[in-house]
């Protein structure tokens, strides 16, 4: 199942450096495939997530999902 959320692209400079974004509601994602077009630290996105079941990763930091679609947010 999908769900749209909107947040802030941040990148977290550990274990090797990793992208992610936490959302309006302070919820961290991190996004197995992590659109190139989105890596701005601060850039405000929507953006279509599904879970991903059984990744395995060495960061341990937010919930892993797949990026269905998304758009920069401008203010």
Known sequence: MSKR??????YQDFSGG???IISDSGKEYRPVNFPNQLKKKGA???IVIRKVK?????FMWGEPV???SFSTLYS
């Open 5 to 10: 959320i909107t947040g802030k692209v941040v």
């Open 66 to 68: 797949k990026i269905i």
């Open 54 to 58: 059984d990744e395995v990763s060495m």
């Open 18 to 20: 990793f992208w992610g």
């Open 44 to 46: 405000s996105v929507e």
